[in-house]
């Protein structure tokens, strides 16, 4: 069983930046892969960012391409969102997600892919 815990949300004038933390317990990150998707009202969850369990590939949206990084801190078996030049259109509930696969570079961006979901943390962008 993997808990995922994220924090760092809130409100935030266009063009501000945001960092998103998901703590993970339950495995250790090495033997996950990761992601951030986020869900706008009306909307269908959408993936974000993804870290594969190496660490070594990425996946970001065409959307947030330049301006969101993910990351992670093995050592605190956490994963991060760092959103840069925030608009309107990013507000939406983000939720980080786990998936675990024994392929360390497979990358994953489809939400049945993923085997737990954290409780998601509301961003809202203000114009």
């Known amino acids: 069983q993997v808990q995922l815990v994220e924090s760092g949300g809130g409100l935030v004038q266009a063009g501000g930046s945001l960092r998103l933390s998901c703590a993970a317990s339950?495995?250790?990150?090495?033997?996950?892969?990761m992601g951030w998707f986020r869900q706008a009202p009306g909307k269908e969850r959408e993936i974000v960012a993804h870290?594969?369990?190496?660490?070594?590939?990425?996946y970001y949206a065409d959307s947030v391409k330049g301006r969101f990084t993910i990351s992670r801190d093995i050592a605190q078996n956490t994963v991060y969102l760092q959103m840069n030049s925030l608009k309107p259109d990013d507000t939406a509930v983000y939720y980080c997600?786990?998936?675990?696969?024994?392929?360390?570079?497979?990358?994953?961006?489809?939400?049945?892919?993923?085997?737990?979901w954290g409780q998601g943390a509301q961003v809202t962008v203000s114009s």
């Open positions: 339950g495995r250790t990150l090495d033997m996950l892969a």
């Open positions: 997600a786990a998936k675990i696969t024994a392929w360390i570079a497979a990358v994953a961006t489809g939400t049945g892919e993923y085997d737990y």
């Open positions: 870290i594969s369990r190496s660490g070594g590939s990425t």
